[in-house]
């Protein structure tokens, strides 16, 4: 068994499956709408540093837990973009099965998914 043929079996099968393919197919529509598209980056940009902040132990700036509350729930009141969001987070899942599972079946964590 190729360690490197079975991770293209693997992506192959990634690219196939009904997460990757609704979240593809909504982050085309979304990339369509710039003013939508801006607002989720600023939205992914503030999420990833306030994570990256708990991650090594600092506090959030004041009022950025606030902000980024505040602007999923405006982005939430828009269709598209909640749409794309509960894909989004369907795709994560399912990614952090799969590291999950390759972690646990060759003895070592994953941080953040134990």
Same mark, same amino acid.
């Given at each position: ?15 196939? /499956? ?12 979304? /990339? ?26 600092e ?32 795709? /994560?899942l ?10 646990e /079946? ?9």
């Amino acid at each position: 068994m190729n360690v490197y043929n079975e991770a293209h079996n693997l992506a192959r099968a990634i690219k196939e /499956s009904h997460e990757f393919k609704e979240y593809d197919e909504m982050k085309k529509k979304v /990339s369509e709408k710039p003013e939508l598209n801006a607002m989720i980056n600023d939205f992914q940009m503030k999420q990833l540093e306030m994570q990256a902040k708990q991650m090594m132990g600092e506090a959030p700036v004041e009022g950025m837990m606030e902000q980024v509350q505040e602007l999923y729930g405006i982005m939430m009141r828009d269709p598209l973009t909640a749409q794309y969001l509960q894909c989004e987070v369907r795709f /994560s899942l399912m990614m952090n099965d799969v590291y999950k599972i390759i972690g646990e /079946s060759i003895g070592i964590g994953v941080p953040g998914l134990e």
